[in-house]
C-alpha cells in the first residue's frame, strides 16, 4: 500500500484516517477539496483541476481524500488501494454535524480561505449545506464504490471497505508504524 485513494461520504472520517494513514506510510496526504475549492468556494477549472492531480499522482506514494469523478481514473490509473469509507448514515451525520459545528464557531479556515458558516446548517439546499449534502449522497457514494470493488476494470485495486471506527484502527495498524 502505497499510493491510496480515501473515498466516502463527507464526515465519514476520510480526512482524520486518510492523514494518520499517510504518516504511517511515510508518503504525502492530498485533500482534493484544497484544490478544488478555489477562494470564494469558486471551482477550480476542470482542465487545471486534472493537470494538478495529475501531478499529484506522479509521485511513488501518496494518499489521495476525495470523490472527485472529474478526476477519479486519474487517482486509481496509479492507485494500489482504495480505502472506502462506508460508516452507517447515522454515524455520519453525527460526525458530521459535530464538525461543521466546531468548523462554524471557530471560524477556522479550510482551503484558500474557506470557512463554513453555521447559517448553512439550515439551509436545504445540497450545494450549500454539507448535511444536506451527506444525507443525499449517503447512498449515492454506497452504491458507486460498491459497483466499482466489483468492476473488472478496478481489478489491479485491492478495495478495504470501512464500515466502522474499530475497521478504521486496524486499517491504521496494518500500515505500521512511519517508514
Not at 480505502?83 to 479550510?110: H, I, K, N, S, Y
Not at 439551509?123 to 451527506?134: F, K, V
Not at 466489483?150 to 508504524?177: H, I, K, N, Y
Request: proline fraction near 4%; charged fraction near 25%.
Amino acid at each position: 500500500m502505497r499510493r491510496v485513494s480515501v473515498v466516502g461520504n463527507s464526515g465519514s472520517g476520510k480526512t482524520t484516517v486518510g492523514r494518520a494513514l499517510a504518516t504511517a506510510l511515510g508518503v504525502p496526504f492530498v485533500e482534493l477539496d484544497s484544490i478544488f475549492h478555489q477562494p470564494g468556494w469558486q471551482p477550480l477549472d476542470t482542465v487545471e483541476f486534472r493537470r494538478r492531480v495529475s501531478d499529484v499522482c506522479t509521485a511513488d506514494g501518496w494518499v489521495v481524500d476525495g470523490n472527485y469523478s472529474a478526476v477519479r481514473d486519474l487517482i486509481w490509473a496509479r492507485a494500489d488501494t482504495v480505502v472506502w469509507f462506508d460508516l452507517p448514515r447515522r454515524t455520519v451525520m453525527r460526525q458530521l454535524l459535530f464538525r461543521t459545528l466546531r468548523r462554524g464557531l471557530t471560524g477556522a479556515e479550510l482551503w484558500n480561505g474557506n470557512r463554513e458558516h453555521l447559517r448553512n446548517l439550515l439551509n436545504t439546499d445540497p450545494e450549500e449545506s454539507i448535511l444536506r449534502w451527506a444525507w443525499a449522497k449517503h447512498e449515492t457514494y454506497g452504491t458507486r464504490y460498491r459497483t466499482a470493488s466489483a468492476d473488472p476494470r478496478w481489478s489491479a485495486l485491492t478495495f478495504v471497505r470501512v464500515a466502522s471506527r474499530a475497521d478504521a484502527r486496524r486499517l491504521l495498524e496494518r500500515a505500521g508504524p512511519s517508514r
